[in-house]
């Protein structure tokens, strides 16, 4: 069993910041790919961004110098560094890995969520 647990959801007035934490836990071998993604309502969920185990980011052009996303493979985390956040920000943020698990399957798993709302 593979869980990914999210935090660091809030409300913050535009121009604020958050950090948003994400720790899978269960039996796990490696983890490939992680990334943050984010669904408003009445639009479909995109990528924010994303990153290799080796470190190599990718992030969604509406981020892009606002957003940093860093990993700890010891610790099995990822995080997403919001900064100057807007109010068109405000969404559920999941969080997604790619994971070997101890059978030997490379699934793709995702967490609970966790609301950020940016007031203007």
């Known amino acids: 069993q593979v869980q990914l647990v999210e935090s660091g959801g809030g409300l913050v007035q535009a121009g604020g910041s958050l950090r948003l934490s994400c720790a899978a836990s269960?039996?796990?071998?490696?983890?490939?790919?992680m990334g943050w993604y984010r669904q408003a309502p009445g639009k479909q969920r995109e990528l924010v961004a994303s990153?290799?185990?080796?470190?190599?980011?990718n992030y969604a052009d509406s981020v892009k110098g606002r957003f940093t996303i860093s990993r700890d493979n010891a610790k099995n985390t990822v995080y997403v560094q919001t900064n100057s956040l807007k109010p068109e920000d405000t969404a559920v943020y999941y969080c997604?890995?790619?994971?070997?698990?101890?059978?030997?399957?490379?699934?793709?798993?995702w967490g609970q969520g966790t609301q950020v709302t940016v007031s203007s």
């Open positions: 997604n890995a790619e994971i070997l698990g101890s059978n030997v399957v490379v699934s793709d798993y």
């Open positions: 269960g039996r796990i071998l490696r983890i490939n790919t």
């Open positions: 990153i290799t185990r080796g470190g190599n980011t």
